[in-house]
């Protein structure tokens, strides 16, 4: 399991990283950190911070095994990126802020910070900090377990929508909407209840990089600059996600 802990850590790291360059090649934010608005931030000087930022804290994490404060300070920013700007935009500048599909972008944010406080969390040894890491644990399970909770409810508001992500050589696409509708909301919940968690989170890290493989990477490779690199995009996304979930299954053998 300590082996599954590393391999999510750097799962997330090159997530991060990857990500972190795309702001480079498009010169803007990528919608997962920043909404359209507010428009002063859509500017190439800020995202190449942003930029060079990420893929930083990215190498930090995938590197060294002592530096908590880089996660948690990622986390920290994510989180702040959520309140400030995905939030209000959703609530009062989208014209459409109860329709669950346009908060996907807003709820991912929200998991890779809650990924960034669950690898703090696994990097802290000292007894003294007992309590920030059970504190780090539950807000980054949390985080994460909301928007797979939000996602797995998607593929039953928006099936029709959800069967078309599956292959098309992968005999009964709706039953597999469904099935992974409800592993999704599942895991959520058993993640923030600490139920099974270990054997939970485990599994649900093996399905989203079986997705990895089987879906995002097929997708991206058949349209690499669609909607501005979406669907790449789309690929370093589940491969950070997996690797939250591998984390949280080796926390979960520590409880």
């Not at 990477?217 to 669609?226: C, F, G, L, S, V």
Request: glycine share 8%; hydrophobic share 55%; net charge positive.
């Amino acid at each position: 399991m300590e082996n599954c802990s590393r391999a999510g850590r750097a799962f997330y790291a090159i997530g991060i990283i990857l990500l972190g360059i795309q702001q480079f090649i498009y010169a803007d934010f990528r919608p997962v950190f920043l909404p359209e608005w507010p428009l002063w931030l859509h500017n190439p000087v800020w995202a190449y911070l942003a930029g060079t930022g990420l893929v930083v804290a990215g190498v930090i994490i995938l590197f060294s095994r002592k530096a908590t404060t880089t996660p948690i300070v990622l986390g920290g920013m994510f989180l702040f990126f959520f309140l400030a700007f995905h939030v209000p935009y959703q609530f009062f500048i989208s014209q459409n802020s109860f329709h669950w599909g346009l908060w996907t972008n807003a709820l991912k944010e929200l998991a890779f910070a809650g990924g960034a406080f669950v690898i703090a969390s696994s990097l802290i040894d000292d007894p003294l900090y007992a309590g920030n890491k059970t504190a780090l644990f539950l807000l980054g399970r949390v985080f994460f377990s909301i928007t797979m909770i939000v996602f797995g409810y998607c593929h039953f508001l928006y099936t029709d929508f959800v069967v078309k992500l599956v292959p098309s050589w992968i005999p009964g696409s709706v039953f597999w909407t469904y099935f992974a509708g409800v592993a999704l909301i599942g895991s959520g919940i058993a993640i923030i209840f600490k139920i099974m968690l270990k054997q939970v989170a485990l599994l649900l890290g093996i399905m989203i990089f079986l997705w990895f493989i089987l879906l995002h990477i097929p997708r991206a490779i058949a349209d690499p600059h669609m909607d501005k690199g979406n669907e790449v995009t789309s690929v370093f996304q589940a491969l950070a996600f997996s690797g939250i979930a591998f984390v949280i299954a080796e926390m979960g053998k520590k409880k």
